[in-house]
Nanobody, 126 residues
Framework: QVQVVESGGGLVQAGESLRLSCIAS????????MGWFRHPPGKQREGVSC????????AYADSVKGRFTISRDNAKNTLYLQMNSLKPEDTAMYYC???????????????????WGRGTQVTVSS
C-alpha cells in the first residue's frame, strides 16, 4: 500500500526555519525521485524541490534556491526539506510526492494519490 505522510509544518515568523519530513511506505523508495510541492492560497500548485533516487541530484524553484535544502534518507524511507529564512510568501500547504526522474522539471510523476501525501501546513507571519 503506497503511502506518503508529511509532517513538520507549523507557524513561524519571517526569517525562522522549519524542517519538513515525509515518511514513505509501500514502494521501493530509493528507486523514485521525490520532492516537495506547495499550494499557496490563491495560487496554483508549484514544485519546490526534487531529489533523485540516490540523492545525488537536486533541483529547486528559483524562489527558494539558497534558502531550502532537500535531502533524503533511503534507509529510513524519509524525505526532508530544510527551510531557512522563511518568508510570508512561503506560506502554503506543502506536499510530498514522487517527481519525474528529470528532477529539474520540478514536476510530479503521478497526478494524485496514493503517491501524494495529504500535506502539512506552513504559515509564515510577517
Amino acid at each position: 500500500q503506497v503511502q506518503v505522510v508529511e509532517s513538520g509544518g507549523g507557524l513561524v515568523q519571517a526569517g525562522e526555519s522549519l524542517r519538513l519530513s515525509c515518511i514513505a511506505s509501500g514502494f521501493t523508495f530509493r528507486d523514485y525521485a521525490m520532492g516537495w510541492f506547495r499550494h499557496p492560497p490563491g495560487k496554483q500548485r508549484e514544485g519546490v524541490s526534487c531529489i533523485n533516487g540516490s540523492g545525488g541530484r537536486t533541483a529547486y524553484a528559483d524562489s527558494v534556491k539558497g534558502r531550502f535544502t532537500i535531502s533524503r534518507d533511503n534507509a529510513k524511507n524519509t524525505l526532508y526539506l530544510q527551510m531557512n529564512s522563511l518568508k510570508p510568501e512561503d506560506t502554503a500547504m506543502y506536499y510530498c510526492a514522487a517527481c519525474l526522474t528529470d528532477v529539474v522539471r520540478l514536476s510530479p510523476l503521478y497526478p494524485g494519490e496514493p503517491y501524494w501525501g495529504r500535506g502539512t501546513q506552513v504559515t509564515v507571519s510577517s
